[in-house]
């Protein structure tokens, strides 16, 4: 009961932090830790501490799962190569930096428990990166490749996180063939159990139209493949990142319109949870981490200023040297004509924030190692990541976007506004052309004479009309239902296929697929 009394008010306490966020225009991440911060002062509040195995396994499956299903795998898959150097390359770097730094910033942590820092930070936020990314237009393939790093670095540093943290609680030496070897097990295997899982989950949605069960299915998915590949002693991370995009790759096809929409808005709803759940309990957790620390550790600010310079340097240095080996990366290759390859460079540079992921990872380390002593420097680690967060959200967060807007480093509205005429045609072109094939016996020539003339008028841009009384007597039939409900999925495997062949971009796929879910969803409603 206490443990529901807790999560119940936390979900409450977000709620009205982010609405006040909304009214001052700041962001909620920041504004719900000053706020956990400030209630966890106040004498009297207890204190609130949360198992790290559950946070773990609560928080990031589905935060990883969303963020994956929803990368356009036509684009990742142009981008794979530079998206895996900037996975591997940039996170290994990164983490072997923080751990550098921190051990001469503040000598009491050792380099193993300083490996666990960089590898909390070295992984970017790919929930709030891809919003945002996709909130400014960025050019599809640069859109592609900071989802796609965001995403797989994650993947990557969790799974040296885990090696880290596996290290640090046996108390085993530290082998570079050892570190390897555990790196790429867990990576190897814990991607061939999520490939797996992926293949199950794409027959189980083909057998049920019921959206219920897909939406449960949608739900259970990524905790059913973390805690099988975690039994399995894998990584759990990586296998929901690959399970989520496997099915990406369908795009949902298999899916009717009105669970792809109850799909996405249950996701929405889980994620705002989640994320201001763990900002806000970090919040109400920092009084307690700051009263546990050391004397030696009270320059911990400094040590945290020095550590995100540290990781947005790193970030440069690493992306523009190997931006300009483009036979070798691809990451500078033009994104657009427009746009120059420095520009985009720049704005991947600076799309580093930090955010829920490692923070949800900070959160899960042990209380304890093997011989029951505590987790080394386990409060200084939170700390530490609380506050690097923090910046990365204050300096990159939210300069990010005017740094877009100033470099010019967005998809021509032109080029958008004429794929999604292409779209709107070719889709009606198809529609049209299937009519008379889906129409059999028992559809009345005057609904097929509607239909036909409600498909003409959408590109048209006209209300739909018939001449007598019986409009609402046809539209509310079952026949009428039927034939409209066909002519959808032909709309829909044509979309995609433009998308699949590269005629139009996935913002166009997405905004055409929504309406046409939208009446879809309709359809289906009046027909209960």
């Known amino acids: ?113 300083g490996l666990v820092l960089g590898a909390v930070l070295a992984s970017t936020d790919p929930v709030a990166v891809s919003a945002l990314a996709r909130r400014l ?16 670095n994650d993947a990557t540093s969790l799974v040296l996180f885990s090696v880290a943290v596996g290290i640090v609680v046996a108390g085993t030496p530290v082998t570079a063939l050892g570190v390897l070897g555990q790196f790429v097990w867990l990576g190897g ?27 449960v299915l949608a739900l259970l998915t990524p905790y059913v493949v973390y805690v099988g590949a975690e039994l399995l002693h894998t990584s759990g991370v990586t296998a929901v990142v690959l399970c989520g995009l496997s099915l990406s790759r369908r795009g949902d096809l298999d899916l009717r319109g009105p669970v792809r929409l109850q799909t996405a808005q249950m996701y929405t709803v889980i994620i705002f949870i989640l994320e201001s759940m763990v900002f806000a309990l970090i919040g109400l957790e920092l009084p307690t981490l700051l009263r546990n620390l050391t004397p030696a550790d009270q320059g ?8 995100t310079v540290v990781l947005i340097l790193t ?36 799309a580093g924030t930090r955010g829920v992921v490692p923070l949800a990872a900070a959160l899960s380390i042990p209380l304890v190692t093997d011989d029951g002593s505590p987790f080394p420097n386990r409060d200084l680690i939170l700390v530490l990541a609380v506050s690097c967060i923090i910046l990365t959200l204050l300096v990159q967060g939210l300069t990010l976007a005017p740094l877009v807007k100033r470099l010019k480093v967005r998809t ?102 929504r309406s046409l879910d939208l009446e879809e969803a309709a359809l289906r409603g009046g027909s209960r």
Do not use: C
């Open 1 to 113: 009961m206490r443990a529901l009394e807790i999560i119940l008010a936390l979900v409450t306490f977000a709620v009205v932090v982010a609405i006040l966020a909304d009214r001052l225009r700041a962001p909620a991440p920041s504004l719900l830790v000053v706020a956990g911060l400030a209630v966890g002062l106040i004498p009297g509040v207890s204190t609130v501490e949360v198992p790290p195995e559950l946070v773990s396994l609560v928080v990031l499956p589905p935060l990883l799962y969303a963020a994956a299903t929803d990368v356009s795998m036509r684009e990742f898959r142009v981008v794979v190569r530079p998206v895996l150097i900037l996975a591997i390359g940039l996170v290994a770097l990164s983490a072997l930096a923080v751990a550098v730094t921190v051990t001469v910033l503040a000598p009491q942590m050792t380099f193993t428990v």
């Open 137 to 152: 237009r960025l050019p599809p393939r640069l859109l592609a490749l900071v989802q796609g790093e965001s995403l797989l």
């Open 189 to 215: 295997a814990g991607a061939l159990v999520g490939l797996f899982f992926g293949w199950v989950v794409e027959r189980l949605r083909r057998r049920t139209n019921d959206a219920v069960l897909h939406t």
């Open 300 to 307: 911990f600010l400094w040590v945290a200023l020095a550590l």
């Open 315 to 350: 970030r440069v240095l690493w992306i523009f040297p190997t931006g300009y080996l483009r036979r070798f990366s691809g990451i500078g290759e033009r994104v657009t004509e427009s746009v120059s390859p420095w520009r985009s460079l720049l704005v991947l540079s600076w």
């Open 412 to 513: 021509d509205m032109a080029q958008l506004d004429e794929e999604k005429s292409l779209a709107l045609q070719a889709t009606t072109t198809a529609a049209l052309a299937s009519i008379d094939d889906l129409a059999d016996e028992d559809i009345p020539e005057s609904v097929v004479t509607r239909v036909r003339r409600e498909i003409e008028a959408r590109v048209q841009r006209l209300h739909p009309s018939v001449d007598d009384d019986s409009a609402d007597e046809l539209t509310s039939g079952d026949a009428y239902r039927r034939l409209r409900l066909a002519i959808l999925v032909v709309e829909a495997e044509q979309l995609a296929s433009l998308h699949e062949d590269g005629r139009i971009g996935e913002s166009v796929r997405r905004e055409v697929q």
